[in-house]
């Protein structure tokens, strides 16, 4: 299981530090950088990351108020970790219900502990792999394994299978797009791709390659950022050999 996870943060080089100290660890995966306590909100409210990082050095009470408003709109806020160049707001943030508070410079071994407790309290889950289409008293069983990509057919969606074979369901595309894995992602108004089976990313031509049949699927730019959260996740574990 992947940990994606969310920064607050103007400091441009504060966060590419932090997103260096968590690549070390793995399994953490960064939905989305924000400026501040507004852009801070929207990106949680997108991306409903599990964990978010919050530099409190000089918005300490405009984040505080931020995850105060983030009860109103959510049933389960994510786990939030405080970062700050001294104890000033710690006793704040423990009120607020933060996870953990780290003190500037980053101490590894913090990190290392606070990373293994998250694990601890967030442990890994099984995802269902089957997925029940109905229509009326018919219920047809899929193993989403096998599920190349769904696209949009006016009001209903076609999945189409690695065997060539298509499925349909009467629903739209939205509905099934918070009920898959996370490994299927949108990429258009018209399709959502099972990212198991990706073997390119062009960015010239805007289009993602399948590697089972070599299908060319479009991507747009209302779902450019999760196209580089998709880049990011398979470039994880591959060898680069970049011109």
């Known amino acids: 299981m992947d940990y994606t996870y969310a920064i607050i943060d103007s400091d441009a080089t504060s966060n590419l530090q932090l ?14 950088l924000a400026q501040n306590s507004v852009e801070g909100t929207n990106v949680i409210l997108k991306y409903s990351p599990d964990i978010v990082f919050i530099n409190l050095n000089d918005t ?29 707001h710690a006793y704040d943030a423990i009120k607020n219900g933060f ?12 990190i290392r502990k606070s990373l293994l407790r998250l694990k601890k309290q967030m442990p890994a889950k099984m995802e269902p792999q089957t997925l029940c289409l109905k229509s009326y008293r018919d219920f047809q069983y899929i193993n989403t394994d096998d599920i190349l990509y769904l696209q949009a057919d006016n009001n209903s969606t076609e999945f189409v299978m690695k065997d060539g074979t298509i499925n349909n369901a009467y629903k739209t595309l939205k ?19 099972n990212t198991n089976f990706i073997s ?4 010239g031509k805007s289009y993602c390659t ?12 209302s779902y450019r950022e999760n196209i580089d959260i998709l880049k990011k996740l398979l470039s994880k574990n591959t060898i680069s050999a970049l011109n």
């Open 19 to 32: 997103q260096h100290y968590l690549e070390d660890y793995g399994d953490f995966t960064c939905a989305a």
């Open 60 to 88: 300490a009470s405009e984040s505080f108020h931020m995850v105060m408003e983030l009860h109103q709109y959510m049933n389960q806020l994510p786990l939030i970790i405080g970062i700050s160049k001294s104890k000033e």
């Open 99 to 110: 996870f953990d508070y780290w003190i500037l410079p980053y101490n590894e071994f913090d």
């Open 175 to 193: 509905t099934f797009e918070n009920q898959l894995p996370k490994n299927f992602v949108r990429i258009h108004q018209s399709f959502i791709v």
């Open 200 to 203: 390119r990313i062009s960015y």
């Open 210 to 221: 399948l590697k089972h049949n070599k299908k060319q699927l479009p991507f747009s730019k």
